[in-house]
């Protein structure tokens, strides 16, 4: 089953570990501080999403990196330490179990932002903390997904804008439903473009247009009653004319 990060592997594994991963090396804090760094951040609560007593490669790792970032990725950038307690990697550069090859895979790849800032225990030295990338990251809110979409003459897949913040999927419908945007499947893929919907214009109309009185607009729909049903009966007569000659 392929994902939107280029995997093609969905685990059962991804659940709760029985154990807790312990923290080492300089700069990590200790399990609680991390708790409490994770609560700060709005990702306190997150259960872990891996297997401690699986075997991981690093295509693996770096998929569990993905999803947990991604599901918090309205908070930021985020350091080792936190993502070390859902994800079980260790990407403290001063750690002792350092993933230099899972580093320098999330450093290639789109889906990832890293930032570094001082360490809060050496500020002499700097630590990469680590956000998802959305594809459209000035996409924020229903107001710049408007914007964005308005941008694309060509269009835009709904799905390119599916991760840009939490809630978007809800504004894209309502954006259709309003009219504000246009929908169109593609037929090979059946996964929708967006297109925006242009600017409104007024067209002049030949001859007088007007809206009627109700009573007029009464008359209007009587006579035209009239003439369906006399259409219908001429039809009946014929048939029956027909049938009586064979």
Known sequence: MSNIHGFDFLRSEHTLPSDA???????????????????????????AI??????????????????FLNAHRSSGCLPPHVIQTSTGVHLNPASPSYDSELANSLS?????????????????????TYGYQAKFANVVDRTTLLAQINRCPNGVRKR???DSYVGVEADIDALITAGDVLAVANPEDRHKVLFPRGEQFLVEL????????????????RKAEEESNKIRQQAKEAAAAAAAGD
């Open 21 to 47: 991963t312990a923290f080492d090396g300089p700069g990590a804090a200790p399990a609680a501080a991390a708790s409490a760094a994770a609560a700060a951040s709005g990702s306190g609560s997150s259960p």
């Open 108 to 128: 290639t790849n789109p889906k990832i932002r890293i930032e570094e800032v001082p360490d809060p225990e050496n500020p002499t030295l700097l630590l990469p």
């Open 206 to 221: 030949d001859g007088l247009v007007g809206t009627g009185t109700y009573e007029q607009c009464r008359e209007d729909l």
């Open 160 to 162: 390119d804008l599916s």
């Open 50 to 67: 891996y297997s401690s007593g699986v075997a991981r490669t690093t295509e693996h790792k770096q998929f569990d990196v993905i999803k």
